[in-house]
């Protein structure tokens, strides 16, 4: 059984005034974690993550991936939503990542495109997905005290910032971008937020961080071995999210079989 994973991790987001601080951070972190877990690590950072770069990853990836094979992937950036080409959308939008060079090319990876590179994968093989984009709530509750002061920023890229059309005003409200990953092929998915809310870059004693990476992390960190994603899931909220500063609620989606399997196993 071979480990495979893919970090990506984008704060410059050029011709946009929307950069962001914390995802390479989270990448070089998740790597970290995931490289002292046994997996082979590739990462993508700010300017290797390209649209296509970001595709051709997908791709080897998941293509190369035999029976029994675990496959990880983990991204930190912007989400956004386009307008919908194939009718397949019930709100008229496709949810999309936000590659390095979105707002020099217009270059979104949507949700369908990784839908058909995550079917490309052979029979057997498990697919995780880590997202850390997107979306606000309301519910104040939580442990923030390895928050640091200030306020966090929102990783959504509203479409109207790299578009180069108007959108039609129909469609000009907030993005659904955890709901689209749900149909995207992976087994198991955790996200950051609701489809909803935002994920928040911000910083932990002053190094940024996605909010969601930063305690993810530090929850898989106190996990008994043999830990399972749902037991993960529960540690990370509500101890940790959402709070008060940090309105988002973590989500995981996947069968009750791929949330009882050992974390990174």
């Not at 995802?23 to 877990?37: E, F, I, K, S, Y």
């Not at 700010?46 to 649209?51: E, F, P, S, V």
């Not at 386009?82 to 009718?87: C, F, L, R, V």
Request: hydrophobic letters at 35%; charged letters at 20%.
């Amino acid at each position: 059984m071979t480990k495979r994973a893919l970090c990506i991790g984008i704060n410059d987001y050029p011709g946009t005034n929307s950069d962001l601080s914390g995802c390479v951070n989270d990448a070089t972190d998740w790597a970290a974690t995931l490289g002292g877990r046994g997996f082979q690590v590739t990462k993508l950072l700010d300017g290797q993550a390209t649209k296509a770069a970001m595709v051709a990853a997908f791709s080897d990836l998941v293509g190369g991936a035999a029976k029994g094979d675990t496959v990880v992937i983990t991204y930190s950036g912007h989400g956004t939503w386009a307008p919908d080409q194939n009718g397949d959308e019930p709100d008229g939008r496709d949810e999309a990542l936000c590659p390095w060079d979105i707002g020099t090319t217009g270059a979104v990876l949507l949700d369908d495109e990784i839908h058909d590179l995550f079917a490309h994968r052979n029979a057997g093989v498990r697919v995780v997905l880590i997202s850390d984009s997107c979306h606000s709530g309301s519910v104040t509750r939580g442990d923030e005290s390895d928050l640091d002061a200030g306020l966090p920023r929102a990783r959504f890229l509203p479409p109207s910032v790299w578009m180069k059309a108007g959108l039609p005003t129909n469609l000009a409200r907030p993005a659904k971008l955890i709901s689209g990953m749900t149909r995207s092929g992976g087994d198991l998915l955790l996200a950051g937020c609701t489809d909803t809310q935002y994920s928040w870059d911000t910083s932990f004693n002053k190094r940024p961080n996605g909010a969601f990476t930063f305690y993810a992390l530090k929850a898989l960190a106190s996990l008994p071995a043999g830990a399972s994603y749902e037991d993960w899931y529960k540690k990370i909220t509500p101890a940790y999210l959402p709070s008060t500063q940090l309105p988002q609620n973590p989500q995981i989606f996947g069968t009750r079989t791929a949330r009882r399997w050992k974390v990174f196993e």
